[in-house]
């Protein structure tokens, strides 16, 4: 666990680079308010098809399978086609699959948001089970008990940089040709709202 999301890009644009390695990316998003357990594992799932066409076409077959019946799939079916595509791809490549889920604590439910957050843990303590999966989960401070109650982890603190941020903007902003004073507007907006958001 990380608490600073800067960290979780660049760790992720690293593995990426990485020759057969599988990186699977997930970002909660505290603008949708009904995020599920369900939805990480299949946007996880989908993530490792698309990367590797070597993985058994079954898998896939299942899930369109599913689609096409219009049926709505559970969490159970989700985490065993997940975990039979990543047991299939260390087999095949010898490499674990690496999962980094980003933002823990912008997971929102408005019907019943500890029940899914609930879930979501065990679904990643299964995971970790498999002995075949890396997992790295960002959040901040305040939901890091939640984190390492259930499954053994290890918590790393990690304060932003505000030089990188720095380096960071003007490599977002300088392709848009503004002046300065447009320039310093829209980073003092942006640095303004990351405060906020750190509560």
């Known amino acids: 666990m990380i608490s600073s999301d800067p960290v979780s ?15 699977l990316l997930f970002f909660f998003n505290h603008l949708i308010p009904n995020q599920e357990a369900d939805d990480v594992l299949r946007v996880l799932l989908r993530q490792l098809l698309e990367q590797f066409e070597f993985l058994s076409p079954g898998i896939l077959n299942e899930c369109l399978d599913h689609k096409r019946k219009g049926s709505k799939v559970g969490g159970k079916t989700w985490m065993e086609l997940l975990k039979t595509a990543i047991l299939e791809f260390h087999k095949i490549s010898s490499n674990p699959v690496f999962i980094l889920v980003d933002a823990y604590d912008e ?22 089970a498999t002995g075949k999966v890396s997992i790295l989960i960002t959040t901040r401070d305040p939901l890091d008990h939640e984190l390492a109650t259930g499954f053994e982890s290890r918590n790393l603190k990690m304060q932003t940089d505000g030089e990188d941020i720095d380096k960071f903007l003007d490599s977002q902003i300088d392709p848009l040709n503004l002046n300065d004073k447009s320039k310093a507007l829209v980073k003092g907006i942006i640095k303004k709202e990351n405060e906020a958001e750190k509560w």
């Open 9 to 23: 890009s660049a760790v992720y644009n690293q593995l990426r680079e990485r020759f057969r390695l599988g990186v």
């Open 107 to 128: 997971f929102l439910n408005r019907d019943n948001e500890d029940l899914q957050r609930r879930r979501f843990r065990e679904y990643i303590g299964d995971l970790n």
